[in-house]
C-alpha cells in the first residue's frame, strides 16, 4: 500500500459514495487508476463492505446500549449462532476480562431491551450500560496518508 491508496481509503470512510472522478482529482492519477486500486483493495480484504451510517433515533431505535456477557463456555455453540440472528446486534466481540463478549445494541425502548437481556441471559450472567450521548461517532480510522505502509502482498 501506497500513500494514494491511502487517501482513497480515507475518502472512502468519510464518503463511500464519492466518485471515481472525485478520488482521481484528489489522488492525481486517472478514474481507471482509482478503480484497479479499489478492486486490488477489495481483493485483499482491505475494503471488507459499504455500509449506510443510520441515524438509529430518527427510525425509532432510542435505546443504544453496551452489554457484557460472561458467557458460558459450554453454551459457545449455540452463542455465535443466536447472535447473528438478531438484527439489533449492531456488533458482537469477543473480549479479555471477567466478560467475555461485548455487545452493542439498539433497541425501540427500554422495555425491549430488558426483554432481550431476559434472552440473552441463558448464555450467562449479563451487565447493561444504556448510552446517553456520543461524543464520537462511528468514523473510520484516519489513516497515515504521508507515508507508506507495507502490506503483506509488497
Known sequence: MDKTDLKILNALQTDARISLKSLADQCFISSP????????????????DYQANLNYEKLNYHIKAYIQLQLDPAKKERFYPFVTTVPNILECDCVTGEYSQIL?????????????????QKFGKTST??????????????????????????
Do not use: H, M
Open 33 to 48: 487508476a482509482i478503480s484497479a486500486r479499489i478492486t486490488r483493495l477489495k481483493k485483499n480484504g482491505i475494503i471488507r
Open 104 to 120: 452493542k445494541v439498539v433497541f425501540e425502548s427500554t422495555q425491549v431491551l430488558d426483554e432481550f437481556v431476559n434472552r440473552l
Open 129 to 154: 450500560q444504556i448510552v446517553f450521548s456520543t461524543s464520537v461517532t462511528n468514523r473510520g480510522l484516519k489513516l497515515p496518508d504521508d507515508q507508506d505502509i507495507k502490506s503483506d502482498n509488497d
